[in-house]
Structures are given as structure tokens and as C-alpha cells.
């Protein structure tokens, strides 16, 4: 049996060990809230990461889609960028758990075998390329938070030197709203050097 | 081949978390975390104890020799006279209603964040200080001794909560965390431990009458900025009063709305309201140059503050002899009005029960307070037909509405912001059940937090608000989110910006404003922030077509 086969067999037993040791990188007591909340507004960051992992493991298997995977990763990525508890390798390291969900996963004669054991090495390399997308995505998300830092207090500055008419903004036909660099961030992540889009 | 019990490399970069009780777990002051510590002179101004130059990441913290006395002594007397705070130590059974509630636990993960551990972080020193069983028994009992450690646990979980009460709201015996924090906060001021965030709007506002600073002519100047700005998009010089003696109604606000955006535009959207009223009812609204600030920071520093700060807004209003004063969209001041005002500095009977003198209605919840919420006043005009008002000029903006936790939670004030809202666009849609009304969730960044080093903070507790914006965002397109207080409107366009980026902030009164049809008005074409009136996917010939636009 090709292992796409197998792992396509054992998927849901492979995502559910992913998901309990992504998990478990958190305080015991913020893991079972996690695993036990089922409700999306009650527990986003733990369905967040439910509903993540499937279509994007179904994608490493098929498709390796940038986009897509971008898509699947963004919202997981962005809540760990956040969360200081993680150091960034710790924040994008649940990718690589993969590895150790589905290797558990296969069976000792299954990982003794050649043909097997080669197309694991290809489906891991695809994990490493999914890694390294996720520190892409997790250092836009570290910029973004730099970004609000900044122009929030350049706006403020601005704004303030314009009220006590210090500064004269040269008119556009458009009186001057909030300068909207808040909406320009949201996570794009260029492709990677040797993939077309 | 491949064993698939070896330990593998990537693993090893995996997060480990602390396998020890959380007594014996350390606290790590992360950056991103915390808020810069009080500067000296806040603290003096205000004659607040310890006033000096410190960093909560030293190692010495600069505190007086016999602090651990000083704190504890200042538990034993709240203890005796705050029955709340001396009840909430002793009937908490740790059921774990309240664990996971709090937007901080759901959005940073770290169980010190669960309100019913936050508080015990306090409750275990109650124990281990206050207690016989508690201090026979010591850590079997639940209990332990205030160290320097313990210390520095409490100011790291005290300033990670925004003491919105949602948890409160869950717990089966009314335990208010909040106010354990309200009276954690307050233990730690007794030896100069505040942050700057909330020293420096106090002692501003001691001084110059609002958080931030502004003087009284500076304060005038940013209206009259604001009052040529609402020229250009209406064609009428909304003229304010400031000061003025004798005055109907005396307006305050938090002074958030005047000097950031996009409270600004809803600022505006007060002075078009009260030039309205001025001009078709001859009512006299007029500002304070003085009690020019709503929010009260009092509130996170001790109740001899909150005391303090909120005085000035009923001497302001007596000194001018209005009959009653009408408030803002603030979240924290209808806390203190609501809650704290008629014990503090209470009943205010040099002015009037509030009466709406167009309608006739009496504000019988505000007769003592003497202080009427401007969507409540709103509603009473709408809902009488007084004031004039076309939907349609707020059809650009697909609405949703974030009930702030204070007016929601402390006043109950659930239904008139909504009522206002609806009367006042067309596209409005609720978000999940879970998350709004009396459950809704903080914007992160309440009891002055909202400082910028805090940014990992603010964005991790303001997940779960954004979670559910992009949610109506995703299913209906909505592209604006309403609220009503001023450290909302501050800091939700930073939240959107990271969970929602498609999604705007705004004001209930700036909506008012676009929809109310001023007497005199030129062709309306734009709204205050200058964009087309009409929605994106909208010719303009096309909506001045429609027959239920009156604005033409």
C-alpha cells in the first residue's frame, strides 16, 4: 500500500494525536479547556486550531496549495504570535509535530518498509516547507504588531501637531480622516522563492 | 528505518509548559505584557505614598521597609469595612463557572488569567494571613504568606485584567472579581505600585480636568477644529458653549473622543446633536472646560480617588446652576455614576430629577445620580418623533454593535443603544448570542490598560471580540463596528486591524449625526469622515432615485 493511502486511512486518528499535542504545548488547565469547549465563540483559539488542521494536513497530503496552506495556517499562526507564553520556534513548532502524529500512527511493519519509508521522507519535506511558510506568516504577523505600536502613537503625534496648527497638511481635494494604515496589514505572504503562484 | 519512538529534534523546540501547582510556578514579567510603572510625579501631585523612579522588571522595587505590614494592614481594613470584599474572600468554592470567561485566559492561555485563580491569587494570602484554619493549615489550606514574590505575582495578573465582569456574570454566588481587582489595585497604590497608563490620567485630571492633559483653551480650539469640519460636510457652523452659566443641560463626555480618532467623529456627532436641539427646541446644552473628562481612572487607582475625580463634575455642574447633566459614550464613567456616585459624592440635590424638557419624560433611574446616559435621551427624542432623521445616509456601513462592558454589565443599558442604532441606519446584525449584551466581550484594554507597551496583552484579550466581528463580517459583510466608550473606539481600530482588518470603528452618535437632517443643511454627498454617503456597489444617481430617500 502507497503511504498516501495509509495516511488517507488513518487520517482522522493522525489529526486528532496532531491536535492533542499541539494542545499540550499549553498549561494543562488551558488544555482541557481547550480540548473541552466545543463552542466556536466560547473557545476560539481551540477551535480555531480543530478546524485548521484537516484541511491543512488533506493539502500537505494533495495539494501543497501556497494560498490554501497560507489560508489554514493564518489564523492559527496569528493567535500563537500573540501569545508570549510561546517563544517564535515554539510559536511555529506545532507543524513539525506532525511528524510524530503520523509516525505513531503507522504500524512497525509499515515503518520498516523501503517504499514507505522513502515516501514518508518526501511527505516530512513537504512539513519542513509548511514550517517554513509558517515563519513567514508568523513574522508578518510580529511586524503587524510593531506596525500598530508605531503608527498609533504616530497618528496620535500627528494629529495633535495638526489640531494646534504646528503642522499644515498640504490639501488633496480631501480633508484629512484617519490616516488608515491599520487596514493595509493583513497577512499576505509572498510565495516562496521556488514555487510560481 | 524508522523508529517511531525516537525522540525527535523538532519536539524538542516545542513548548513546555510547567508541570508545578501554580503556587509554586514563577512569575515571568514577558514584554508585551506589562505597562510601564508610574512616574514620580503623578504619584506626588496626587499625594499618592512611594512616589519614585522604578521598573517592575528590576529586581529592587524601591518599596518601603515595612511594606508587607503596610499591605496587609490595608487588607485588614477593607476587610472590616468593604462587606463585598470580605464576603467574596470567604464563599468562592472554586466550582470553575468564572474559569474560563475571561477574555485574557481564552486569548493569552495562561491560567493566572482565570478569574477564579487571579482571585485566588489575593484569597491564598486572606488564608494564609487572616484565617485560623488558614494559617494552621497553610498551603493544605489553601493558604500562603505575602512574600516579595507573591507580590510581583499580583501586580503581573492584577494589570492583566480589565475588571469588565464578565466572569461575574457566570458565577453562581454573584462573586465580583472585579472588584477583588478594584481592592488588589488599591492594596498596591498604598506603596507606590501603579502604572503610568492610569497615574498619569489621574493626575491630569486632577489638575487640568481631563486624562489627557488638555487646557482649557486647547480643549476649545479642538471643537472649533471639529465645528469647521462638520462645516464642510454640512454647510451649518454647529457653534458650541462652553462654560456657560445657566445652561439647561451641562454635556460630559470622556476626553478620548476629542483628541483621538475615530472618537473624534463621534465627538463631532455630539455637537451636531446638541446644535440641533439648540436650534429646533431651543434647548441649551453647553461644555465644560473644566469637568471636561467623563472617564474616571479614579476607579482603577482606589475609591478615595474615584471619589475624588468624580466630585469635580457635580461642582462644575453646580457652579453653573444647569438643572442636570447629560453623559456620553463612556464605559467606565456609567460604572462609577451607577454604581459608586449616590455613596460617594451623593445625592446631588442641587440639581434637578432630570426631565427631558422637549418629550416630558422623567429619567426615574437617574434620579439621584442626577446623570442621563445620551442614548437613553436619544431614544426618549427618536421615540417621541423629535428628531428628524434619514436611515438611508447610513447605508455605506453594514453595522454591527460591541456592548461596552460597563454601560452592558454595570448599568444594564442594553436595549437604547440598540433602539438609537436601528433608528438610524438600515443594515444592522447582531453578532453570536455568546458574545454581546451581558456576555459580551471586552475590547481587552479597559481599566487603563489600553497603554501601547501592552500590545501582545491587548491583542491576545481583545481575541475573542475580533473572533466574533469577523465572524458577521464573514456572514454578512459587515464592515462597521459600533460601540459606545471612548477606550473602545482608542483601541478596537488596533484589534480590528489584527483579527478583523476589514471592519471599521465607530461611534453611536456619529451614525446619529450622519442620519440627522440639520435645518439649513446643504446637499448631503458625504458623511464626517468624508466618504460618499452612498455604498460602494452604488451609483449615486441610482440612490437619490430611491423613493424613501428624503435627503434630496
Known amino acids: ?197 | 528505518m524508522i523508529n517511531p519512538n525516537s525522540k525527535e529534534r523538532a519536539l524538542e523546540l516545542g513548548h513546555k509548559p510547567p508541570k508545578t501547582d501554580w503556587m509554586d510556578t514563577p512569575t515571568v514579567y514577558k514584554e508585551g505584557i506589562y505597562c510601564y510603572a508610574a512616574k514620580p510625579a503623578r504619584l506626588e501631585y496626587v499625594s499618592l505614598p512611594n512616589p519614585r523612579d522604578w521598573s517592575c522588571t528590576a529586581e529592587d522595587w524601591q518599596l518601603p521597609e515595612n511594606w508587607k505590614e503596610i499591605i496587609l494592614e490595608g487588607m485588614k481594613e477593607r476587610l472590616e469595612k468593604y462587606r463585598t470584599f470580605k464576603i467574596f474572600m470567604d464563599i468562592c468554592v472554586r466550582c470553575g463557572a468564572c474559569a474560563d470567561k475571561c477574555h485574557f485566559f481564552i486569548g493569552t492561555g495562561d491560567p493566572k488569567n482565570m478569574p477564579v485563580l487571579r482571585a485566588e491569587l489575593i484569597r491564598s494570602v486572606y488564608r494564609g494571613e487572616f484565617t485560623t484554619a488558614g494559617k494552621i493549615l497553610g498551603r493544605i489550606g489553601g493558604g500562603r504568606k505575602l512574600t516579595l514574590d507573591v507580590l510581583k505575582e499580583w501586580w503581573y495578573y492584577l494589570f492583566q485584567c480589565t475588571e469588565c465582569r464578565r466572569c461575574s456574570v457566570f458565577c453562581p454566588y454573584g462573586i465580583d472579581t472585579a472588584e477583588i481587582t478594584i481592592i488588589g489595585r488599591e492594596l498596591l497604590n498604598l506603596i507606590g505600585l501603579n502604572i503610568d497608563w492610569i497615574a498619569a490620567p489621574v493626575a491630569f485630571c486632577y489638575r487640568t480636568g481631563n486624562h489627557m492633559g488638555i487646557q482649557p483653551h486647547a480643549y476649545v480650539d479642538m471643537l472649533d477644529f471639529f465645528t469647521d469640519e462638520i462645516e464642510n460636510v454640512t454647510g451649518v457652523r454647529c457653534q458650541q458653549t462652553f462654560n456657560k452659566k445657566g445652561a439647561d443641560i451641562l454635556f460630559i463626555t470622556p476626553s478620548g473622543d476629542v483628541f483621538g480618532d475615530p472618537g473624534t467623529y463621534t465627538c463631532m456627532g455630539y455637537m451636531i446633536v446638541i446644535h440641533y436641539l439648540r436650534e429646533v427646541y431651543g434647548l441649551d446644552i453647553t461644555w465644560s472646560t473644566y469637568a471636561s473628562e467623563g472617564g474616571n481612572f479614579g476607579l482603577f487607582t482606589s475609591h478615595e480617588m474615584m471619589k475624588r475625580l468624580n466630585a469635580k463634575m457635580y461642582a462644575e455642574a453646580k457652579r453653573l446652576g444647569v438643572k442636570w447633566i447629560l453623559g456620553g459614550e463612556c464605559g467606565h464613567m456609567w460604572r462609577v455614576i451607577n454604581q459608586y456616585m449616590d455613596t460617594m459624592n451623593g445625592p446631588a440635590d442641587f440639581l434637578e430629577e432630570p426631565v427631558n424638557p422637549i418629550t416630558g419624560t422623567k429619567f426615574e433611574n437617574a434620579k439621584t445620580t442626577k446623570m442621563v446616559h445620551i442614548t437613553e435621551f436619544l431614544s426618549d427624542l427618536i421615540i417621541h418623533g423629535k428628531l428628524n432623521l434619514d436611515p438611508n445616509r447610513n447605508d455605506r456601513l453594514k453595522n454591527t454593535f460591541h456592548d461596552s462592558c460597563n454601560p452592558a454589565r454595570a448599568m444594564g443599558i442594553l436595549e437604547e443603544p440598540r433602539y438609537v442604532i436601528k433608528s438610524v441606519c438600515n443594515n444592522f446584525y447582531e453578532m453570536p448570542r455568546n458574545t454581546i449584551r451581558e456576555q459580551t466581550f471586552c475590547c481587552g484594554c479597559g481599566s487603563g490598560l489600553n497603554a501601547g507597551e501592552d500590545m501582545e496583552l491587548r491583542l491576545a484579550g481583545g481575541m475573542p471580540r475580533g473572533n466574533a466581528v469577523q465572524y458577521v463580517h464573514n456572514k454578512h459583510g459587515v464592515n462597521n463596528l459600533i460601540c459606545m466608550c471612548a477606550i473602545d473606539r482608542a483601541v478596537l481600530p488596533a484589534c480590528m486591524g489584527y483579527w478583523a482588518p476589514e471592519v471599521d470603528v465607530s461611534g453611536i452618535n456619529e451614525l446619529v449625526a450622519n442620519a440627522l437632517i440639520l435645518p439649513g443643511e446643504k446637499e448631503k454627498t458625504v458623511n464626517l469622515r468624508d466618504e460618499p454617503i452612498w455604498p460602494k456597489d452604488v451609483e449615486p444617481d441610482e440612490f437619490y432615485k430611491r423613493p424613501s430617500f428624503p435627503g434630496r
Open chain 1, 1 to 197: 500500500m502507497r503511504l498516501n493511502d495509509l495516511l488517507e486511512q488513518k487520517k482522522a486518528a493522525i489529526i486528532k494525536e496532531w491536535f492533542n499535542l499541539i494542545v499540550n504545548s499549553y498549561p494543562s488547565d488551558t488544555a482541557y479547556f481547550l480540548k473541552k469547549q466545543k463552542d466556536h465563540f466560547a473557545n476560539p483559539v481551540g477551535t480555531t486550531i480543530l478546524h485548521s488542521l484537516k484541511p491543512l494536513f488533506d493539502e500537505i497530503l494533495n495539494g501543497m496549495d501556497h494560498k490554501a496552506i497560507v489560508s489554514y495556517l493564518d489564523p492559527m499562526i496569528r493567535i500563537r504570535a500573540v501569545q508570549v507564553m510561546f517563544s517564535p520556534s515554539q510559536a511555529v513548532a506545532f507543524i513539525f509535530s506532525l511528524k510524530k502524529a503520523v509516525r505513531s500512527n503507522l504500524k512497525k511493519r509499515e515503518n520498516q518498509d523501503d517504499h514507505i519509508i522513502n515516501e514518508l521522507i518526501i511527505f516530512e519535506s513537504k512539513i519542513d516547507e509548511v514550517g517554513l511558510m509558517a515563519f513567514d506568516i508568523f513574522m508578518k504577523c510580529r511586524e503587524q504588531v510593531y506596525k500598530l505600536k508605531a503608527n498609533g502613537e504616530r497618528n496620535r503625534v500627528f494629529r495633535a501637531f495638526q489640531r494646534a496648527g504646528l503642522v499644515y497638511e498640504i490639501p488633496d481635494g480631501k480633508r484629512p480622516g484617519v490616516m488608515n494604515v491599520l487596514k493595509s496589514s493583513n497577512t499576505a505572504v509572498a510565495p516562496l522563492d521556488d514555487r510560481v503562484d
